[in-house]
């Protein structure tokens, strides 16, 4: 796994699935991801529906509920000013699937790897002879 890269920004395909931007509410069909994981009815206006589409995001979702808990992802999603919720998904899912890989550090593990890295990179630098 990509356990020591940097954060999947830019907002790739690293956790949500901001594939369509046209929000499919429960348009044409079947529940959105976290609906179906839940297996219940995906209301108008479903706060999940834009992040998680029916295929892909369903297996996220399950790692987002596994360790928040739906409805707590649910609330603190309404609570963020729409067009901040994309962001919030994505570092959702990413502290998700960290803190399932490594149920003791989680993401703060990667932090702690990557800020000794930069302690011994600095360091290097500092014995470096200035020429
Ligand atoms: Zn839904």
């Known amino acids: 796994m990509s356990a ?6 830019g907002g790739s395909s690293s956790g949500a699935s901001g594939s369509g931007t ?9 529940p959105c991801g976290a609906c179906k994981f839940l297996r219940r009815k995906c209301a108008p ?7 998680f589409d029916p295929d892909q995001g369903a297996t996220y979702f399950a790692s987002v509920h596994k360790v928040f808990g739906a409805s707590n992802v649910g609330k603190l999603l309404s609570k963020i000013p729409v067009h901040k919720r994309l962001d919030a998904v994505i570092t959702i899912c990413y ?5 399932m890989r490594d149920p003791v550090y989680g993401c703060v593990g990667q932090i702690f790897t990557l800020q000794q ?8 630098q500092l014995r470096l002879p200035v020429i």
């Open 4 to 9: 020591s890269t940097s954060r999947g920004g």
């Open 22 to 30: 046209k929000s499919r509410g429960s348009g044409s069909g079947g």
């Open 95 to 99: 502290e998700a699937q960290a803190r």
């Open 45 to 51: 206006g479903c706060v999940f529906a834009p992040y």
């Open 117 to 124: 890295q930069v302690l011994f990179i600095s360091n290097l």
